[in-house]
């Protein structure tokens, strides 16, 4: 499974960026998540989606990030709203088989990974 992540950017803080994640090759039951990476941090899970269109968007992010993906499950939005300097990271788009709930989702590794998108938050 190919993945290419895009829509990062910069943006002032409370505005709003879309990540794109483009997976044409995905199929059942791959479930693609989104992650992130600040400097000098380790890389943290953010949201999932299975082919059902069943979510999970971890704790801290509910509210403000919201994982979806198009008809043709073949890409994946990560939409951030109220966005903060915190939120500055390298953002990337994982995938897996999965076929679990998606509560348990951040208990295996994905399988795959595309290149990060730069979101960068002003203050």
């Known amino acids: 499974v190919q993945l290419q992540a895009s829509g990062g950017g910069s943006v002032q803080a409370g505005g709003s960026l879309r990540l794109s994640c483009s997976s044409p090759?995905?199929?059942?039951?791959?479930?693609v998540s989104w992650f992130r990476q600040a400097p000098m941090k380790e890389r943290e899970f953010l949201a999932a989606i299975s082919w059902h269109d069943s979510t999970y968007v971890r704790g801290p992010m509910k509210g403000r990030f919201t994982i979806s993906q198009n008809n043709a499950k073949n890409t994946v939005y990560l939409q951030m709203n109220n966005l903060k300097a915190e939120d500055t990271a390298v953002y990337y788009c994982?995938?897996?088989?999965?076929?679990?709930?998606?509560?348990?989702?951040?208990?295996?590794?994905?399988?795959?990974w595309g290149q990060g998108t730069q979101v960068t938050v002003s203050s």
């Open positions: 090759g995905r199929t059942l039951p791959y479930v």
């Open positions: 994982a995938a897996q088989k999965f076929r679990g709930p998606l509560t348990y989702i951040e208990e295996e590794k994905p399988s795959y």
